[in-house]
């Protein structure tokens, strides 16, 4: 499984966009993904995940109520909307996928995506 995350950019607080990753290879086996964040200095953490078929969600708490994740099986595609976005949420975010891999499960990243919120 290939992952590519597209849609990051340069934007002013307050503003939104809209992250995609794009699934390729033997995306039968994706399980749960979700978007990881990185910014400089500091450690990688959970933006939100999104179950298989999309039943369930969780968020960070820093993130609650401004972000929704989302996934179209169909198209192999996950989003990230992102609203009323703040400097703090500035990082590279990554796209990951969980991978059934009997008798256990790998990980998979995209090569990320650069977010700038400017204040």
């Known amino acids: 499984v290939q992952l590519v995350e597209s849609g990051g950019g340069l934007v002013q607080a307050g503003g939104s966009l809209r992250l995609s990753c794009a699934a390729s290879?033997?995306?039968?086996?994706?399980?749960?993904m979700g978007w990881y964040r990185q910014a400089p200095g500091k450690q990688r953490e959970l933006v939100a995940a999104?179950?298989?078929?999309?039943?369930?969600?969780n968020y960070a708490d820093s993130v609650k109520g401004r972000f929704t994740i989302s996934r179209d099986n169909a198209k192999n595609m996950m989003y990230l909307q992102m609203n009323s976005l703040k400097p703090e949420d500035t990082a590279v975010y990554l796209c990951?996928?969980?991978?059934?891999?009997?008798?256990?499960?790998?990980?998979?990243w995209g090569q990320g995506t650069l977010v700038t919120v400017s204040s």
């Open positions: 999104i179950t298989s078929r999309g039943g369930s969600t």
């Open positions: 990951n996928a969980r991978i059934l891999n009997l008798p256990g499960y790998i990980e998979v």
């Open positions: 290879g033997s995306t039968f086996s994706i399980t749960t």
